[in-house]
T-cell receptor
C-alpha cells in the first residue's frame, strides 16, 4: 500500500464547477504539500501546510492531522486549471525528502 | 534568480551509454533534491544534499547512479551503463531548511 493515496485518479469537470481532490496518508508527517504539474513536466508548489487551511486565489487547501487527510479545492474552475495535482508529504521521521502520491489528472472542459 | 534550472531538458541515449545531468538550484538554497518520475506516476526520491554533503540516498539509487554537489551549489547526476528502465523524467528541487521545495523543469531521459 502506498503511503500517500490520492483520489480520484482522473477527474473531468465543466468550466465553473467546484472541484475537490483528496489525499490520505498513512504515516506521521510534519508537512503536506500540494503541487501542480503541467504537461511537459514542470512542477509548481501550490501549498505547504501542517494544520488548518490555506487559501490562494481560487485554490483552498485543508488538512486534518487526526484523520490523516487533506483536500485541495478549486472554486470556479477554468480550463487553465487542467493539470496533474500531486499531494506530497514530509514525514516526521526526520527524512527531508518528499513522499508523493501518484497524482490526480484534472481536465476542465470549456 | 529565475529559479531552479536543469540541463539538458531532453536526452536520448542508447542502452549502455553513460549520461550526466546538471541541476542549478536557487542560489541561496542549501538543500538540493533529485527525484525520478515515470509516466503516470508521482515522483520518487533519489537523493538529497545539504550544502555539499549527500545526506540520504534511496534504495532506488543503484550503484550505476552517482550524484555530486562539489561546492554546495550546482549538482550533477550521472547514470552509467544506462538501461531502458532508466527512461524517466529526472527532477531536481531546492529549498532552504524547513521551507517548501522549488522544482526545476526536469530532464527527460529516453534510453533506446
Amino acid at each position: 500500500k502506498n503511503e500517500v493515496e490520492q483520489s480520484p485518479q482522473n477527474l473531468t469537470a465543466q468550466e465553473g464547477e467546484f472541484i475537490t481532490i483528496n489525499c490520505s496518508y498513512s504515516v506521521g508527517i510534519s508537512a503536506l504539500h500540494w503541487l501542480q504539474q503541467h504537461p511537459g513536466g514542470g512542477i509548481v508548489s501550490l501549498f505547504m501546510l501542517s494544520s488548518g487551511k490555506k487559501k490562494h486565489g481560487r485554490l483552498i487547501a485543508t488538512i486534518n492531522i487526526q484523520e490523516k487527510h487533506s483536500s485541495l479545492h478549486i472554486t470556479a474552475s477554468h480550463p487553465r486549471d487542467s493539470a496533474v495535482y500531486i499531494c506530497a508529504v514530509l514525514m516526521d521521521t526526520g527524512r527531508r525528502a518528499l513522499t508523493f502520491g501518484s497524482g490526480t489528472r484534472l481536465q476542465v472542459q470549456p | 534568480d529565475t529559479g531552479v534550472s536543469q540541463d539538458p531538458r531532453h536526452k536520448i541515449t542508447k542502452r549502455g551509454q553513460n549520461v550526466t545531468f546538471r541541476c542549478d538550484p536557487i542560489s541561496e538554497h542549501n538543500r538540493l533534491y533529485w527525484y525520478r518520475q515515470t509516466l503516470g506516476q508521482g515522483p520518487e526520491f533519489l537523493t538529497y544534499f545539504q550544502n555539499e554533503a549527500q545526506l540520504e540516498k534511496s534504495r532506488l539509487l543503484s550503484d550505476r547512479f552517482s550524484a555530486e554537489r562539489p561546492k554546495g551549489s550546482f549538482s550533477t547526476l550521472e547514470i552509467q551503463r544506462t538501461e531502458q528502465g532508466d527512461s524517466a523524467m529526472y527532477l531536481c528541487a531546492s529549498s532552504l531548511v524547513g521551507t517548501e521545495q522549488f522544482f526545476g523543469p526536469g530532464t527527460r531521459l529516453t534510453v533506446l
